[in-house]
């Protein structure tokens, strides 16, 4: 099937199989290798991105979902010169060690800030359950995104 | 020590960050070689049988198909055995029984998830239809999983009877009995160390490659120690010889010990490059992860403490029965003996120390090192009888510890069990951790849980680690197959800015800045004109990896030691350039001056004079500014701390809350306290998991039944409480940097101060692990 989507601000459109899933057309077609795939139940959230501004789980989006749809990766929300203030913050606090769930990580993250008003720290944690986290018992990443909310 | 700036001791952000933020990381998934074709693992769906005939030429005719091999395929190609590296001997003297472990099985079937073929495909979806396409007839034999019963149960493996690896002994057995014999009160618990499953967030991956032309093995792969992994591959299992074998570890997703081993998946993947001679590619679904990634812990220990009746160890007896899996994993026979008999005097004095440990085979998944490896479970054992001890004599649990701890001026320390411990301060660890806790309001804190109809309790954890894996000549001589030391290279370019070549690796701990910032630190040269390579073997002399806490103790001391070369070489160009001695010459925050006058030359201007050597008298001075070492650590490092848990337990629910956790540990001195702080934290949680939510599950039939993350629980960040983290130093003895490391201890701590917690808290003895609010709300009296 072809589909259309913006990724990242460019406009794709893509012959895949019916069952591709949209992480495999982000890492797979567009090389866009910074979305992780850490699990097959949908539980880790290291394959997280922004359908549409909202974060998705991006193992459990079909392609076909994601016809027509505006999708941001780790990639797109800041440059190595032009930090988002939400990677700003994970390096500022350490809330990362081998980096493998930070992608997913941030980008549930930057949602959660968005969408939540008067986020505290059990409001932190509350929000970031469907995302695990081996290295960091998670003290850091919750230093981090508190940072990054009065920043952002 | 720097308290701001970027040298030793200075907080300094992460170099590696900014490519992990920026989704820049390469991870071996994230590697794709021209023409790659894809492999998929076929997996037995029993514990237990016999193989049958595997009819492959269904799959052979699926679309896209390449090849599918057989264990038979490896074995008649001479692709050997995947080999244990640690031989430990039993009480009779006698080797331990290692098994035949082909990396793909060829007769018999061993556990849910053993590998017993490999289908390749041009495609994902092809291998995996292809594997689909297998049959393969399997007789189904009954399957041994209870390690308690597994001496009088079928035997599994030919050459081991009564599936028993080995049974070790340390320490003196008679004076042992003697200290029971004269004891007051003999404390006692029943313990399991419930298996874990290691669960790095990124699955094993590797990508093998063969250039036809050259000869030459490529494989990228997710491994902590590159050079061990080449080493395994081309000695033992000889996929090819070390020279023309190059394995790299690019950025890899945690491991916490899983990915020290070297496993079936890459063997057979790099074996197939070079059948096929085209690329190959694999990545673990997690739930091979979960059936296939060696596992962690797994003890059934009785363990008994002698006292006198004012509470003075007098002597320690311990019985465990260490479940290896169905094969021994690369460094299996090394945990529950060297790494774990060898910790049972803890911080304390007791003077008799006796440990045995019979390690038996199972129908489940190998088990070796899992972060701590060995000493959480020692750790689980001395911690839960000390407190037991405390509250059968009806004395305070700080007290009781603090009365038999290893004092200051009893360093350096033998132990009963075979260790020497060169320093440390214990009460100094436990008097902070008890003002952070703020101990003295404790009964308050209790009294006020109790009214609104919940639990408290408090319990401790006074731990110690043997680190800094290891010295060799001891290592060896207790069976090891490897020495341990580590290699470092400084490599000073042209301008003056270095490039630092270790054999540790990193996988999250953040050596790209801590090794960086000892480099720039003794050389008086900014951070940024120092980069750090590691995992790579066509990059680094031989290494060790990273495991056992040992980077900055070994790794870093190895390169102290170059630096120091560096430094001296430098003299010697300087003294050349100024005609005077070497002797004549300082070297301090970067410059080298010669003493009594005011020239001097800065770092970089040493190092273009060392490759612009216009006039160098050549057989007393070679050109160039590059030193390796070689360091092999003279004794173990001793991490030692006092960690502190207080609980509160919902009295309806059974539910565990931690609502303070108090980490106070000495790692001697310390590079970057806030990747210090980090590795505490990310320990704790593991420990944490441990105690109230992990639990690797077999069914009687050997069906893993915690397979996915539906069924093991892993701590989430809503679990976990924010950690109170503190050290004190006493700095290590024995190596240049005096450091001892951190990457384990909260690992090693945690476990035993929540059960200590969670059993203050319900006034019982004990409970199983993990204490899950269904296990608590039982003990509560909850109808069973
Ligand atoms: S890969 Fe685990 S939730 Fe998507
Ligand atoms: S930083 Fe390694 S899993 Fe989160």
């Known amino acids: ?152 | 020590m720097a308290e701001n700036g970027t040298g030793i001791g200075a907080a300094v952000k992460r170099k590696e960050d900014i490519r992990f933020i920026t989704g820049a990381g390469r991870y071996t998934d994230d590697i794709d070689q021209a023409g790659q074709a894809y492999a998929v693992f076929l997996r037995s769906p029993h514990a237990r049988a016999t193989i049958g005939g595997i009819d492959t030429a269904a799959a052979l005719q699926v679309p896209g198909v390449v090849a599918v091999y057989t264990g038979a395929d490896l074995a008649a190609d001479g692709i050997g055995d995947l080999p244990c590296g640690w031989l430990v001997k039993s009480k009779d003297g006698s080797d331990m029984i290692q098994p035949p472990h082909p990396p793909l099985a060829v007769e018999r079937v061993n556990y849910v998830g053993e590998p017993y073929g490999i289908v390749i495909a041009d495609s994902l979806q092809a291998a995996r239809d292809g594997a689909e396409a297998v049959a393969a007839d399997f007789d189904d034999l009954p399957a041994v999983v209870d390690v308690a019963t597994a001496d009088a149960a079928d035997q599994l493996h030919e050459s081991v009877p009564g599936n028993q690896c080995y049974d070790w002994e340390l320490g003196d057995k008679a004076a042992t009995d003697a200290a029971f014999a004269d004891a007051d009160h003999v404390a006692s618990l029943d313990i399991i160390n419930n298996r874990l499953i290691p669960n790095a967030m990124e699955p094993r991956a590797a990508v093998g490659d063969y250039d036809a032309a050259s000869g030459v093995y490529t494989l990228h792969t997710t491994s902590q120690n590159p050079h061990l992994e080449r080493l395994v591959l081309a000695a033992f299992v000889q996929v090819a010889p070390e020279s023309r074998l190059r394995v790299v570890s690019p950025d890899v997703g945690g491991g916490f010990g899983s990915k020290i081993f070297v496993y079936a998946e890459e063997t057979a993947v790099i074996w197939a490059a070079g059948k096929l001679r085209r690329a190959v590619k694999w990545r673990a679904d997690r739930s091979e992860s979960f059936l296939a990634d060696a596992h962690g812990r797994d003890h059934v220990t009785k363990a008994e403490l002698a006292l006198s009746s004012d509470g003075t160890f007098l002597g320690l007896r311990v019985k465990t029965i260490a479940n290896m899996g169905a094969y021994l994993s690369t460094f299996a026979s090394s945990v529950p003996t060297y790494l774990y008999g060898t910790l049972m005097a803890g911080q304390y004095k007791t003077p008799a120390i006796y440990v045995e440990v019979r390690a038996m085979f199972t129908n489940t998944a190998p088990v070796d090192a899992y972060r701590g490896a060995g000493r959480p479970e020692a750790t689980y054992v001395v911690e839960r009888l000390v407190e037991t001890a405390a509250r059968d004599l009806s004395m305070d649990p700080a007290e009781i510890r603090r009365r038999n701890f290893i004092q200051p001026e009893d360093f350096p320390y033998a132990t009963p069990v075979a260790l020497t411990y060169d320093t440390g301060d214990y009460e100094a660890s436990l008097d902070k951790a008890l003002e952070h806790i703020d101990y003295a309001g404790f009964a308050a804190r209790r009294a006020a849980s109790e009214a609104n109809g919940n639990r408290r309790g408090i319990g401790f954890s006074s731990y110690i680690e043997a680190c800094g894996l290891a010295p060799s000549q001891v290592a060896i001589s207790l069976g090891a197959g490897v020495g341990l030391f580590e290699s470092a290279e400084v490599r000073v370019n042209v301008t003056g800015s270095v490039t630092v070549i270790t054999g540790s690796h990193s996988h999250g701990q953040g050596h790209e800045t801590t090794f960086a910032q000892v480099v720039s630190d003794r050389l008086g040269i900014p951070l940024d004109d120092v980069e750090v390579v590691h995992g790579d073997t066509a990059r680094s002399d031989y290494g060790l990896g990273t495991y056992g806490s040992r980077s900055i103790a070994v790794g870093g001391s190895a390169l102290i030691r170059a630096t120091d070369k560096i430094i001296a070489k430098g003299k010697k160009i300087v003294a050349h350039n100024f005609e005077t001695t070497e002797d004549n010459i300082d070297f301090t925050d970067g410059v080298f001056a010669e003493q009594e006058s005011n020239r001097s030359m800065a770092f970089a201007e040493v190092a273009f004079a060392a490759y612009v050597p216009a006039n160098f008298p050549l057989d007393e001075l070679e050109p160039g500014l590059s030193e390796k070492a070689f360091y092999d650590p003279g004794n173990f490092t001793y991490p030692a701390g006092t960690h502190i848990c207080e609980v509160e337990i919902d009295g309806e629910t059974g539910v565990s809350t931690i609502v303070a956790f108090v980490a106070v540990d000495d790692f001697g001195n310390v590079i970057n306290p806030m990747i210090v702080e980090g590795q505490v934290h990310g320990g704790l949680c593991q420990g944490i998991g441990q105690a109230l939510l992990e639990h690797g599950v077999y069914d009687d039939a050997g069906q893993l039944v915690t397979g996915s993350y539906m069924d093991y629980c892993m701590p989430r960040a809503d679990d976990v409480p924010s950690f109170t983290v503190d050290t004190t130093v006493t700095p290590c003895t024995h190596n240049p940097l005096g450091v001892k490391g951190c990457g384990e201890a909260g690992a090693i701590g945690a476990t035993a101060a929540v059960m200590n917690a969670v059993t203050d808290a319900l006034g019982v003895k004990s409970l199983p692990m993990p204490a899950t609010p269904e296990t608590v709300w039982k003990a509560l009296g909850g109808a069973g």
């Open chain 1, 1 to 152: 099937m072809e589909v259309t989507l913006t990724v990242n601000g460019a406009s794709h459109t893509l012959d895949v199989p019916d069952n591709a899933l949209l992480v495999e057309v982000l890492r797979e077609r567009l090389g866009l290798t910074g979305t992780h795939v850490g699990c097959d139940t949908s539980q880790c959230g290291a394959c997280v991105v922004h359908m549409d501004g909202c974060a998705v789980k991006s193992c459990t989006v079909l392609a076909g979902q994601a016809d027509g749809a505006d999708v941001t990766t780790i990639e797109g929300i800041g440059t190595v010169d032009a930090l988002h203030p939400m990677q700003e913050a994970f390096r500022d606090c350490h809330a990362l060690q081998c980096g493998f769930c930070t992608p997913g990580m941030i980008m549930a993250a930057i949602d959660l800030v968005q969408s939540t008003d008067d986020l505290d720290e059990q409001g932190v944690r509350d929000g970031l359950e469907g995302n695990l986290c081996r290295c960091t018992g998670y003290h850091n990443i919750v230093r981090a995104v508190l940072a990054a909310r009065d920043n952002m």
